[in-house]
C-alpha cells in the first residue's frame, strides 16, 4: 500500500475539509448522473470510459484517481472503474458492446483541489434482465442503504458489518471477498485510515465510529460463492472466481452529531434504507400463496388469468404494505413484492420445465411484466 497511510488508524474531519470532500463528491454524483443516458445496450465500455474522463477532468476540473487499496494506479489504462457481470470492480475498458440484461456499473474516484470523491452505481443494461440479477442489484443497492442507516456517532463498525452481511445472505448471495474489496476511510488520499470490509472481519474488531470520520459504505455482494480474484489483466480486474455475477453501490458518508451525512447523493437519489422482508416466514408464506393462486386458474382463458394474476398479486402486496406508514416506503413495498413473486414464478417454470403448467407460467409471467405491473430497477 502507498502514501504512508497508517491502516490502523483514521482522522477526523474539520468541517473545512468536510466541504472539501462534498465538493468532490458532488462532481462525482454528477459524472455517474451524466453518463447514465449512455449505458445502452450496443454502447462500448471503452466509450463510457473516454466520456468519464472528459467529464471529470475537462468539465469539472478534476484529476482520475485510480489507485486501489494495494497502491496499484490504472490510471494509464483507465479513468473509472468498470463493474460488468461477473467482474466486480477495477475492469479494462473494452470496444465490446454492452448488452441487454447485463448488470453495468462505474465507479467514480477523482480529485477535486485535492480532496477525494469516490462513489459508484450499478445499472441493468436495457432494463430487461433475469429475476435472479435483478434482485441481487436491488439488494445490493439496498445493503449499502442499511449500512448508511447504521453508521453514527457510537456505532461499531464490526456491528454495521455483520447486520450487512446478515441481510445479504438472508437472500441466498454472499459478501465478496477479495482483495481491495472493503470499504475505507477517505480524504486527502483515497484510502486514508481503516479499511472496512462489509462482513464480519477482525480487523473490524474496536473500530467505533466518531463524529467527523468520513467512510465509504459499499458492501461487495455476488450471487455465487463469494471467492474473488484479481486478473493479471492491466487493470487488475477483481472477478468473481466461479463467473457468479456481482454488484455494488458506494457512497461517501460523514458522521454527524447524531446520524450520517451522504456527501455525493444524486439527484432525487433515496437511500432510505427499506427491509421489505417484513418477518420472512410470513413474507415466504404469501409468495407461496400467490404461486398456489396463479396455479389455480391454469387452462382459463386469457382475460381471467390476467386479472386472477393482478388480483393475487393485489393481495400479497398488502402484506408488505401493511407494515409502512407512507406512501414512498408502501409503493417499495409493492415493487419488493412483485420481485419476489416473479423471482419465485421463474423458479417455478425451471422446475416444470417442458410441462403445460410451465407453459402457464410462462404466459403469467409475460403478464407480470407487463404495463400494469412493471418491474423497474432502483
Given at each position: 500500500m502507498s502514501n504512508n497511510v497508517d491502516y490502523n488508524a483514521i482522522s477526523i474531519k474539520s468541517p473545512e475539509q468536510i466541504a472539501m470532500l462534498r465538493t468532490a463528491g458532488r462532481i462525482s454524483a454528477r459524472v455517474l448522473e451524466e453518463l447514465t443516458p449512455h449505458i445502452q445496450p450496443g454502447v462500448t465500455s471503452q466509450r463510457i470510459n473516454d466520456l468519464a474522463y472528459d467529464l471529470i477532468v475537462n468539465k469539472y476540473g478534476a484529476?482520475?484517481?485510480?489507485?486501489?487499496?494495494?497502491?496499484y494506479d490504472s490510471s494509464e489504462f483507465a479513468s473509472i472503474s468498470i463493474a460488468h457481470n461477473n467482474i466486480a470492480f477495477s475492469g479494462?475498458?473494452?470496444?465490446?458492446?454492452?448488452?441487454?440484461?447485463?448488470?453495468?456499473?462505474?465507479?467514480?474516484?477523482?480529485?477535486?483541489?485535492?480532496?477525494?470523491?469516490?462513489?459508484?452505481r450499478m445499472w441493468i443494461v436495457g432494463e430487461e434482465t433475469s429475476a435472479k440479477a435483478r434482485l441481487l442489484y436491488n439488494v445490493g443497492y439496498q445493503a449499502m442503504c442499511l449500512g448508511i442507516s447504521l453508521v453514527r456517532p457510537g456505532a461499531k463498525i464490526q456491528e454495521i458489518a455483520e447486520q450487512v452481511q446478515a441481510y445479504v445472505e438472508s437472500f441466498g448471495f454472499s459478501m465478496l471477498r477479495v482483495p481491495s474489496g472493503t470499504?475505507?476511510?477517505?480524504?486527502?488520499?483515497?484510502?486514508?485510515?481503516?479499511?472496512?470490509?462489509?462482513?464480519?472481519?477482525?480487523?473490524?474488531?474496536?473500530?467505533?465510529?466518531?463524529?467527523?470520520?468520513?467512510?465509504?459504505?459499499?458492501p461487495f455482494i455476488c450471487a455465487g460463492s463469494g471467492e474473488g480474484i484479481r486478473l493479471t489483466n492491466p487493470t487488475r480486474a477483481a472477478a468473481t472466481a466461479d463467473n457468479s455475477l456481482a454488484a455494488y453501490w458506494e457512497h461517501v458518508v460523514a458522521v454527524t452529531d447524531?446520524?450520517?451525512e451522504v456527501l455525493d447523493l444524486r439527484g432525487g437519489e433515496d437511500v432510505t434504507f427499506y427491509d421489505h422482508r417484513v418477518s420472512r416466514p410470513m413474507a415466504d408464506a404469501r409468495v407461496e400463496a400467490f404461486l398456489a393462486d396463479i396455479l389455480a386458474l391454469e387452462g382459463e382463458n386469457p382475460d381471467a388469468i390476467r386479472e386472477g394474476v393482478h388480483v393475487a398479486l393485489a393481495d400479497c402486496a398488502d402484506i408488505f404494505k401493511a407494515q409502512e406508514v407512507n406512501r414512498r416506503m408502501k409503493d417499495k413495498a409493492v415493487h419488493a413484492c412483485h420481485v419476489l413473486c416473479r423471482a419465485r414464478v421463474?423458479?417455478?417454470?425451471?422446475?416444470?420445465?417442458?410441462?403445460?403448467?410451465?407453459?402457464?407460467?410462462?404466459?403469467?409471467?409475460?403478464?407480470?411484466?407487463?404495463?400494469?405491473?412493471?418491474v423497474k430497477g432502483t
Open positions: 484529476e482520475i484517481d485510480r489507485e486501489d487499496l494495494s497502491g479494462e475498458p473494452s470496444e465490446m458492446p454492452l448488452r441487454t440484461g447485463d448488470l453495468f456499473g462505474v465507479d467514480v474516484s477523482l480529485k477535486k483541489d485535492g480532496w477525494c470523491g469516490d462513489t459508484q470499504g475505507h476511510s477517505t480524504g486527502e488520499v483515497h484510502a486514508d485510515g481503516w479499511l472496512i470490509p462489509y462482513y464480519r472481519e477482525p480487523s473490524n474488531e474496536g473500530r467505533v465510529l466518531r463524529k467527523g470520520m468520513v467512510i465509504t459504505v459499499e447524531d446520524a450520517c421463474v423458479e417455478e417454470i425451471q422446475r416444470r420445465k417442458g410441462t403445460v403448467t410451465a407453459e402457464h407460467l410462462k404466459y403469467v409471467l409475460g403478464v407480470l411484466d407487463g404495463p400494469r405491473f412493471p
